[in-house]
């Protein structure tokens, strides 16, 4: 009989002991949340209504085969705010371009997330895309002043032949990160429209003398008709390309700009899309044009 009331009370004591060490932990935790100050970039939220725009800046934008060329990648904040991070994934032609260097401006590659840099180009110019991920050391971040540029990165890029060649930013997957007054971080996404650059852009303009046709115009280069063949040109057929223009696509085709009836302005071996096959037809014509004028 004892030995029942002493197993029943040791019973007792241990369930005692338990709801004891469970309310000792839950007191704590609640302790610790309520009265301990939060730590930064503990708490993330979007920031909304605020998005921020990436802009490319290159010295060189007609480079010739086999010639570097540097593209200097600005961000421009829509607010005042100090940051604590960014996030840009830029694609690039890899059978046209190839990366040579990469160069953080701000901050230092991260060490989580796997950054590029310059010691990864193998991989970089495998798969054509660049994951720039820099963060900040400094407590306060790195302050971005209201639509001012901000240079964050350099990306160094070898044209390794004369085919239709672009770099633009994958918007959707690309963000900075930005401290709040309270130490929380608010993530900053950057605006969707697909940022582009071309190696070709500063072609220069060749003038057509005599009284041509608009035919006769569009068969030396002339896209627009409208007497030069020159980076207006190219930015027709580039946007065609890039929009898919084709006869099952006319929306992607823009307006008829040489006024020949047909919204496929830059369809140069007539198959009914522009590709850049009709790009290869056009850059030789015109190098025969500028040729022929010297």
């Keep these: 009989m004892f030995t029942k009331i002493v197993e029943g009370r040791n019973k007792r004591i241990f369930v005692m002991l338990g709801i004891f060490f469970v309310f000792l932990i839950t007191t704590s935790f609640i302790i610790y949340s309520l009265f301990l100050p939060k730590q930064k970039g503990i708490k993330y939220s979007k920031a909304s209504n605020n998005q921020a725009k990436i802009i490319f800046d290159s010295s060189n934008l007609q480079p010739a085969e086999n010639e ?16 604590r991070l960014y996030k840009i994934v830029v694609n690039f032609s890899k059978s046209s371009l190839q990366a040579t260097d990469i160069r953080y401006k701000v901050g230092n590659p991260a060490v989580l997330g796997n950054p590029d840099t310059s010691s990864t180009l193998n991989i970089v110019n495998s798969r054509g895309k660049i994951n720039l991920l820099s963060q900040i050391t400094q407590n306060i971040g790195y302050a971005l002043k209201t639509d001012v540029e901000t240079e964050v990165a350099t990306l160094t890029f070898k044209r390794v032949n004369t085919n239709l060649a672009t770099i633009e930013v994958n918007a959707s997957v690309s963000s900075l990160q930005k401290i709040n007054t309270d130490g929380s971080i608010s993530e900053i996404n950057f605006e969707t429209s697909t940022v582009s650059f071309s190696g070709l852009l500063n072609t220069p303009t060749l003038t057509i003398t005599g009284d041509l046709s608009c035919l006769e115009k569009w068969k030396k280069g002339d896209i627009d008709c409208d007497g030069q063949v020159g980076v207006r040109d190219f930015v027709l057929l580039f946007n065609e390309i890039v929009k898919n223009c084709s006869g099952s696509n006319v929306a992607g085709c823009g307006i008829d700009e040489n006024h020949d009836g047909k919204v496929m302005d830059a369809d140069y071996n007539n198959n009914g899309q522009v590709d850049v096959q009709d790009y290869t037809i056009w850059h030789s014509l015109f190098l025969y044009s500028l040729k022929s004028s010297n």
């Design 68 to 83: 570097k060329f540097t593209v200097s990648v600005k961000v421009k904040s829509p607010l005042n705010m100090n940051m």
